[in-house]
């Protein structure tokens, strides 16, 4: 798999560097996600009744849609289907 750093993404689009991290992080939670619904063998109403969050959303979200995804609705899915999340934050290079 390919991976794209979040300043590669922003000069390929045009966006702010703030804006592509956020879509590197998302897209990061969301294969992970994906990987362990997979896993799981879940549908997506199945993760959907677990976190709350609408069919329809689990289904965008899960397909990689970034529009209108919020971290919020992410982590609600990682939390339905048993991952945890954890952060590093270290000084830029």
Avoid: N
């Avoid at 922003?10 to 879509?23: D, F, G, M, P, Q």
């Amino acid at each position: 798999m390919k991976t794209t750093t979040a300043s590669g993404l922003a000069k390929k689009l045009k966006i702010s560097k703030s804006r592509s991290l956020e879509a590197v992080i998302k897209a990061d939670l969301i294969s992970a996600i994906l990987k362990a619904a997979e896993d799981l063998e879940l549908t997506h109403a199945e993760i959907a009744e677990r976190s709350g969050v609408p069919r329809s959303a689990v289904t965008g979200i899960i397909s990689g849609s970034l529009q209108m995804v919020t971290l919020d609705r992410i982590l609600r899915l990682i939390e339905a289907i048993g991952l945890t999340v954890e952060t590093r934050v270290k000084k830029a290079a």
